[in-house]
């Protein structure tokens, strides 16, 4: 079945250091691609999205490109806040499935003045 | 615009005892789903239903019922409360498949 992979977390950064999270996927089909963040206490909200392969999604600073070769979707940001700190989630929706996503289990992002 | 409106906030129940959790949604959304979270385990799906009248089990129903009698409402029913119902359970909508998805607040439930 569908499944995300994300690397394990916290993430700790210092304020305008460049962020990587690994995300990896697999799918039968062929999936969209999504980012969510959760702030803290409150629901998820989309980050960004790409729909097919070599795509980059973008918003906020944050992005993301489809790599189909290598079945990835890594987050970027050049130069990260404190207000960045939250939750990211990689997700999955397949468009052979039921469209519902599968998310990741999550990176908790703290990013320190 | 309410957007997607779960209640309650905050629940504590007995081990046995039932309750629903509810969710309703203003966008005439079609999809509508429950996950809940719980640490180091992400986001799990428990049903979702792709329109009125249509429901589905996703990875881990056992223990919750839903119905979907209109399109704006998605009640999630725990009918015998077990401790490791302890999470924090979120609701969320979106226009279709492979769309962006909307989601609730959340409710964190505590079962004893």
């Known amino acids: 079945g569908d499944s995300v992979t994300q690397m394990e977390g916290p993430v700790t950064l210092s304020e305008e250091a460049f962020l990587t999270i690994n995300c990896t996927y697999t799918a039968t089909g062929y999936p969209s691609l999504f980012w969510y963040v959760q702030y803290p206490g409150e629901g998820l909200q989309l980050l960004l999205k790409?729909?097919?392969?070599?795509d980059k999604g973008s918003n906020k600073g944050f992005e993301a490109t489809y790599r189909k070769e290598t079945t990835s979707f890594h987050l970027e940001k050049g130069s990260v806040q404190v207000s960045d700190s939250a939750v990211y989630f990689c997700a999955l929706s397949d468009r052979g499935g039921s469209y519902i996503p599968t998310f990741g289990r999550g990176t908790s992002l703290i990013v320190h003045p | 615009n309410a957007g997607v409106t779960q209640t309650p906030k905050f629940q504590v129940l007995k081990t046995g005892q039932s309750m629903t959790l509810q969710c309703a949604q203003d966008?005439?959304?079609?999809?509508m789903s429950w996950y809940r979270q719980d640490p180091g385990m992400g986001l799990r799906l428990i049903h979702y239903?792709?329109?009125?009248?249509?429901?589905d089990q996703g990875e881990v129903p056992n223990g919750y019922n839903v119905s979907r009698s209109t399109t704006e409402d998605f009640p999630l029913r725990l009918l015998s409360a077990a401790p490791s119902q302890t999470s924090v359970y979120f609701c969320a909508s979106s226009y279709g498949g492979n769309e962006k998805l909307f989601f609730g607040s959340g409710t964190q439930l505590s079962v004893l």
């Open positions: 790409a729909t097919k392969a070599d």
């Open positions: 239903s792709v329109g009125a009248g249509i429901t």
């Open positions: 966008m005439n959304h079609e999809y």
